[in-house]
């Protein structure tokens, strides 16, 4: 892509972004979360594959410091480029800027309900939909969730343990163990337990 394409590019995505954020002062924030809408209309401007080859073509031609694409990263964090791969999601590499291990051991300490916490949730949780149930949460044990805290503190436990959990399509014909809500509560405190121990660990 030349150069001027280049400059063409960013002025159309400052314009999508900029428009993105004038739809609702409240997310002006640093750090707080899209809301659906927002999100959908996000995507609605920028199809993951488009975008996908775009912001690499930014990056080839002007580096990962450009605002915008900063800005592009903040939004949703190339979490489609690499992560999503054959029905399954890790996560986002980076949410507001922030690694998976900030936000597990924020969610540890903090809980779901943190604003934080749960605009991170959200933005995984909207980026993944797949399968005959693309709202339905299931990963790679064939485990399905009532709701993506459950899974993501079961997800932040195994990585912990260095194993590696991914969301996963629910298809029809393959069959979930159900967590019901209290089970998934249990995942949860188990979470915030495992991370209270070594963090104690590290620094008693
Ligand atoms: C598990 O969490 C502890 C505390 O945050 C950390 O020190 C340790 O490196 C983690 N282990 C792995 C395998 O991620
Ligand atoms: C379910 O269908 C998918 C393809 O849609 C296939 O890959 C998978 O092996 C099937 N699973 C079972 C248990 O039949």
Same mark, same amino acid.
């Given at each position: 892509m030349g150069w001027l394409a280049a400059r063409v590019f960013l002025a159309l995505l400052k314009a999508l972004l900029s428009a993105a954020a004038l739809d %609702?002062? %409240?997310?002006?924030?640093?750090g707080s979360p899209l809301s659906p809408t927002e999100y959908e209309r996000f995507f609605a401007l920028l199809t993951p594959t488009w975008k996908a080859e775009t912001t690499c073509r930014l990056r080839a031609t002007h *580096?990962?410091?450009n605002p915008t694409l900063v800005q592009l990263d903040q939004y949703e964090n190339h979490g489609l480029a690499g992560a999503r791969q054959g029905g399954r999601f890790y996560g986002l590499e980076l949410y507001g800027g922030l690694r998976m291990d900030f936000w597990c051991a924020r969610l540890a300490t903090k *809980?779901?309900?943190d604003a934080r916490v749960s605009g991170w949730l959200q933005a995984e949780f909207l980026s993944f939909q797949d399968g005959d149930y693309p709202t339905k949460i299931c990963d790679t044990d064939y485990v399905q969730y009532p709701n993506y805290c459950a899974f993501k503190s079961q997800q932040c436990l195994m990585r912990n343990q260095s194993r590696k959990v991914s969301r996963m399509r629910c298809l029809q014909n393959e069959t979930y163990s159900v967590l019901t809500p209290a089970k998934s509560e249990e995942v949860v405190l188990r979470w915030s337990q495992e991370f209270s121990t070594l963090a104690l660990g590290q620094f008693g």
């Open positions: %609702s002062p %409240s997310t002006a924030t640093p *580096g990962c410091r *809980g779901c309900e």
